[in-house]
């Protein structure tokens, strides 16, 4: 029985370090990935790394042809087109891993009584691409906060807390 139990843990040690290894070489694989975005008429491209920070911004000789608003446009359009492609890449390039995890069972399968705690992991709201001071970016929620504690200041005692003596 101890032999069985031995090999098996052998083996999820060495499907471990598979797993390392798939990781390790698609993040290499990742960290040289690059988009561009051109223009239709050509005269700017831009393109990000695999961040999505551009690394080359190009214009044509004819760049004179746009004022500077359609210039500073066309910069912003085609550096957020480059970072959607290079981000579509990235993706593309994690899911194999990410269909292998998946078919694993969870910490929850394996261990009794542990919680399922990756349903508890919020997911991160989509980011704005809108320019500062636009009315999409001033629309933040207000921040709530549960599991607090009222303090009625009126009858807190003034020599406790921060502002007291001790401090």
Do not use: C
């Not at 629309?139 to 607090?148: L, Q, S």
Request: net charge negative; aromatic share 4%; proline share 6%.
């Amino acid at each position: 029985m101890v032999g069985r139990a031995e090999g098996e843990i052998s083996g999820l040690l060495d499907d471990f370090r598979k797993r390392i290894q798939d990781i390790a070489a698609a993040q290499r694989q990742r960290v040289k990935l690059t988009a561009t975005a051109t223009t239709r008429d050509k005269l700017v491209s831009v393109t990000v790394n695999a961040n999505g920070v551009v690394i080359e911004t190009r214009f044509a000789d004819r760049i004179d042809e746009l004022s500077y608003a359609d210039i500073a446009k066309a910069v912003t359009k085609m550096a957020q087109q480059a970072a959607d492609e290079v981000f579509r890449k990235s993706k593309e390039l994690a899911a194999p891993l990410l269909e292998e995890r998946a078919r694993l069972p969870k910490l929850s399968d394996v261990i009794e009584g542990m919680p399922d705690v990756e349903h508890e992991i919020p997911l991160e709201p989509p980011v704005s691409v809108a320019p500062p001071g636009s009315p999409e970016r001033d629309e933040d929620e207000a921040m709530t906060f549960d599991n607090v504690e009222s303090l009625d200041h009126a009858s807190a005692d003034p020599g406790k807390g921060v502002t007291g003596q001790a401090w």
